[in-house]
């Protein structure tokens, strides 16, 4: 039986609008809406206080047709198995939009790393990969960081598995810090692909990001790299918030001393020379662009009639709910979807996993022209799916994703 959760849900919305499209046979329809694989497990971990406390896991392999499963671990509170499952279909659609040869895949924990010692952060991390151990590897899963995980954790879960195997293994995972077999531009590479997408939606528009107006929601990683990119392009980010809340100066806010104000306050509230955004007001701002870069169902029908922006680049993974998209469209909007816009960390990843692989690693400047050689080609071929069937981006970017994956189901035939 398939999932049948909100996300998930969300997600086969987006999928059949394709699949009708394409005129998906029955088998193959049914076999992509059905995860590969879903594993729950229990970590215990003792904490700093001397108490055992014990920890769900997921990780959901949900198609791995083109390649190894690829998809993050996120640790949050609110993590469900319908919200990992979802995400591991995008992760399948993202990668096969990108053109890369991975397959789709999700983990996450649910905590709060905010209320956790590095200590305890790295006994979870470690008994979480002990017990996934047998799902993953170079040629079976590659995780990744996400949400609430970096290149620490990254670390941790390389030198755990490597531990059991016996031998250092660098291609589990990717994310890694420079120093044990991550690549240079991997950090920057999901914000650089926002804003390549972006300026590639921005043409298509007749627009420049040179004089375009910005507001970003979420200044993370993603965000605020977005953010740093567009501004020394010439963009003016009026707007940005974080869970601290929002920030807005007409005029434009001066990203690098932000960024510095961040990295010293671990928020934007009260950067000096602008003033408070209340709750939802950066959906309602009059800009050129806007940025979701937070978590999913940002954009709902509560806000979606009051955005003023020409175009949406979804820099979160569905950020947008299916209603809201539908409205937005209609309205002219054009919104440009999370599997294609940020799908530049994935194909970073990607090119981590190649040079591990390889044991060969490329300058800063090689990873940056191949991610934007491979973000165009991926934007071109949505683009021009879109105009051939009249549709908008997002049903364009999966009938370019269930295209490739189901073509390849069916090459490979049915196992029995």
């Known amino acids: 039986m398939a999932p049948n959760g909100p996300v998930f849900s969300a997600m086969l919305q987006e999928f059949d609008g394709a699949a009708r499209l394409l005129n998906l046979e029955s088998g193959i329809w049914k076999?992509?809406?059905h995860p590969k694989r879903q594993i729950i497990v229990s970590c215990p971990v003792q904490m700093d206080n001397g108490e055992i406390e014990v920890f769900t896991g997921y990780r959901v392999q949900y198609n791995i047709t083109l390649g190894p499963a690829k998809g993050g671990i996120r640790y949050h509170p609110d993590v469900t198995l319908d919200e990992v499952t979802a995400l591991a279909a995008w992760m399948t659609w993202k990668c096969a939009?990108?053109?890369?040869p991975f397959g789709g895949g999700k983990g996450g924990i649910i905590?709060?790393?905010?209320?956790?010692?590095?200590?305890e952060l790295e006994a979870l991390t470690r008994r979480y990969v002990a017990e996934i151990i047998d799902a993953i590897g170079p040629d079976k899963d590659v995780p990744a960081p996400d949400v609430n995980t970096n290149a620490q954790v990254m670390a941790w879960v390389m030198d755990t598995y490597s531990m059991h195997v016996g031998h250092t293994s660098?291609?589990?995972?990717?994310?890694?810090?420079v120093e044990l077999g991550g690549s240079l531009g991997r950090r920057e590479a999901t914000g650089r692909g926002v804003m390549l997408a972006t300026r590639e939606a921005a043409r298509h528009r007749g627009l420049e990001l040179s004089g375009m107006t910005a507001a970003i929601q979420g200044f993370g990683n993603v965000g605020s790299v977005a953010a740093d990119l567009l501004s020394a392009a010439g963009t003016r980010v009026v707007a940005v918030s974080d869970s601290s809340g929002g920030i807005y100066r007409a005029q434009g806010l001066d990203i690098p001393a932000l960024l510095n104000y961040q990295r010293q306050h671990r928020h934007v509230a009260g950067f000096p020379g602008s003033e408070p955004l209340a709750g939802q007001g950066l959906f309602s701002l009059d800009v050129d662009v806007l940025i979701p870069a937070a978590l999913e169902n940002q954009i709902t029908m509560r806000n979606a009639p009051d955005i003023r922006a020409r175009i949406v680049v979804e820099g979160a993974n569905g950020p947008t709910t299916p209603e809201a998209h539908r409205h937005l469209h209609e309205r002219g909007v054009l919104v440009v979807p999370d599997i294609l816009a940020n799908s530049g960390g994935v194909t970073a990843s990607y090119f981590e996993w190649v040079?591990?692989?390889?044991?060969?690693?490329?300058?800063?400047k090689?990873?940056?022209?191949?991610?934007?050689?491979?973000?165009?080609?991926?934007?071109?071929a949505v683009l021009k799916t879109a105009l051939k069937h009249d549709v908008d981006l997002r049903t364009a970017a999966y009938i370019v994703a269930v295209s490739r994956v189901a073509?390849?189901?069916k090459m490979r035939g049915m196992y029995a």
């Not at 939009?97 to 890369?100: E, G, K």
């Not at 660098?170 to 810090?177: R, S």
């Open 31 to 33: 076999i992509l809406t």
């Open 97 to 100: 939009v990108a053109h890369i």
């Open 111 to 119: 905590c709060d790393p905010s209320r956790m010692s590095p200590r």
């Open 170 to 177: 660098t291609a589990v995972v990717t994310g890694k810090p």
């Open 355 to 364: 040079q591990d692989r390889h044991g060969y690693f490329w300058t800063e």
């Open 366 to 380: 090689e990873v940056n022209e191949r991610l934007e050689a491979k973000m165009c080609e991926a934007f071109d």
């Open 407 to 409: 073509t390849v189901t």
